[in-house]
Each structure stands twice: as structure tokens, then as C-alpha cells.
């Protein structure tokens, strides 16, 4: 089932962030939602997510079984290893080992997999909730600014990394930078326009 | 001072203590109005050698360890209604306040109405932790993060690990510092009570016995016991507690 939102509309006191907005996602496609700061980017994600209830309209299409998304911030607990905070929400899968030791090799974090990530640089913990945004086996990914933060090499290896593992899936990527967009080949979505 | 061991200070501190205590008894010169630290503990001595002191401590612990045992359970539970529901907390607040401010005496003699004198020490010590236990739970709960526990749900991370990794290591060191600080409380009061319901074969008994007939020894030989026991109580708590802490560590 396809992702839409119908008519959604949400407000925060006499703050309109979204009116009315309509939208079908492409399946098993990438799209960048762009516009400027505090034009409902991420109040959209949260909508979908059903982390807020909207004033108006409808989500439709969201799996009933969880949604993989990477949030603003890292939201890891703070006393877990990089492999920790993977275990959380992967269920157990007889090759669950292998795939969060692989994931946090390619990303960089091979030195690091005994440490609890409240040791772990800001770059180092946007990377752990970027594994665990890709790990997590749901056909719908939200990603909310997944590179910010990153230097120039770290952000290339992610985006390697991330590339065949959003593959085929539907993608919400909110992003300032275009160069995102063009990295996954994603369609557009400008909220402002 | 820092040459010493650290595992040493706290042996030395109390020698120093008891030395001081032996001098002052020494100077006061009448064992009625002070027994010396040796007196003491040669009583104590005599009396572990008796099946009655081991009853009595035993009764006792029971009672305490029974009357805290349930206000943690009930003020953990009530806690986290409150955490949950507004209503809940606004009720109990001024109620829990009031139970923290009433001195253990009234609520001792009020006690001693509604129920037999050898269970006070279990309604006792149970008033009197039940506020703390709630405070600390309830402060707990206010200190898990919110945008760990969105993250939580969107992935649908299941009831237990989110216990495990989210919700017991934000919680637990004000739980922990509460159930720590009231197993000492639970001691201090629930004895109270005894020394002034007197159930027969408690530790409190023994103490009213010796302000009785002045046998301050014997005063200070329960006392020594009764302080041993209840640090005890409280290592072998921090002891459970430090493994309940290492739950959330590892997922």
C-alpha cells in the first residue's frame, strides 16, 4: 500500500505549520522533502510516524509493524554500546549478530563496538542511529537530516552505506542540502511550494 | 590522611570514634550514665551467646523488613500511577505530604488502636517509607527521557527492553538513593514503635527493659546491634540494587 497523506493539516498554538497538504510517495522510491526551517519538514515525519495527531486530513499506508526513522536528534540511551542500541529494536534473527557488527564496521565504529555511546562523539552517534534506521526491517524509512553533522569522507561512507540498504524501500529523507537529493537519486518534494 | 588506604579510613574513623568513646565514659566515671564501648560489646557478646537475643532480633527484622518491604512495593506502584495519571499524583500528594510531616509517635499511638502491638513495627515502618519510596519512584519517572520512549514506540521496541534500556536506568538512582535512604528510616522508626508498644520478644522490649532497670550496657549492646543490622540490611541492598543497575547496561 502506497504512502499518502490526505489533506493533513497541524498547528502548534496560532502557528500553521501544515494546511491542507496532500501527497502520495512514490513506493519503494526516495523522496527529499526540502523547504526552509519551520515549514512542517518535520512535523510531517512526525505525523506519519503517529507520533502527533493532526488537526486535519490522514496518513494512510503507514506498516503496522513500525517505521524505521532516524529523528533530529540521536535519541540513543546513553548507557547502551553501538551494538546495544542495534539489539533494541532488531528482533532476534540468526543473523542479527553479523549484520549489526558488519553495519557498524563499515561505518567507522569498529573501534569503538565495547563502548556505551554516551562516550561516542556527536558524528559517532549520528552514525549509530543510522544503523539503526537502516537495520531496522520496515518497508517505510523516515530520515530526518541523517548526515548532518558529518565531515566530508564520514558522510560519503554513509551514504555508500545507505544506498542498497534503502533500495526498493519508501523513503522520506528531509534534507537542507540538495546534494542529498541528488546522492539517492530521489524525487522532490519542496513543502514551501 | 591520603597515604592511608582507602579501604583503611573508614575502619580508622570508627576506632577514632570509639575512642573518643571509651575516654568519655572513662571520664564520666559511672557505667550507669555511660557504659564504655568494652562493656558494650562484651554484653553484646554475652547476649549473642542467647537463644532470646536471636528471637527477639528476628522478630524484629521480620517485622521491619516486612513493613518496608511492602510500602517499596506499594509506593513504587502508587508512583507510577501517579506518573501515569495526573489525578493520581494530585491526590496522593497532599496525603504522602502529610505522612512525611506527622511525627512517629502519633502515628505509634494511633497505631497501637487499630492493630495488636506486635504488628506495629510493620505499620510503622511501613507509614514511614511508603511517602519516601513514592517521592523517589515518582522523581524517577520524571526523569526518563520522553524522546527515547517516542523512539521506543516507533520502532515497537517491546515492553521488557524498554523497561531495560529506557525506562530502569533513568529511574533507578532516585528509586535506589529512596529505598536506601528509608531502610535506615524503616529501622529507626519501626524500633521506635516497639520501645513504645513493647510487643513481647521484640528488640524494642529489650530496649524499654534496659531504661527500665538502667542497664545501660545492655542499652547499648541492643543498640549495637541494632545499628549492625540495619547496615547490613542497607550493604546487601546496595548490593542488590548495583545488579538491578547493570540490567540496563547490557542489551
Redesign the interface.
Known sequence: MKLEVRNLSKAYGDHAVLRQFSHVFPDGRITAVEGRSGCGKTTLLRLIAGLETPDGGSVLGVPADGIAMMFQEDRLPPQLTAAGCLRMVLRKAPDREAQIDDALRALGLGDALDQPVREFSGGMRRRVALARALLFPSPLVLLDEPFKGLDAATRAAAIDFARPRLAGRTVLLVTHDPEDAAAFDAERLNLEG | MNKIPPKLKPVLAAAFWLAVWQAASMAVGQPILLASPAASLARLFSLMGTADFWRSLLFTLGHILAGYALASLAGIALAMLAGRFELVSALLSPLLAAMRSVPVASFVIAALIWVPSKRLSVLIAFVIVLPVIYAGTLDGIRQIDP??R????????SRL?RLR??DL?AALPSVASALSVSIGLAWKSGVAAEVIGIPGGSVGEKLYKAKVYLATPDLFAWTLAIVLISAGCARLLRLGLKRVERI????
Not at chain 2, 517516542?150 to 521496541?157: K, L, P, T
Open positions: 524522546r527515547l517516542e523512539m521506543a514506540r516507533v520502532y515497537r521496541v527492553d534500556a529506557v536506568p540496563g547496561d547490557r542489551l
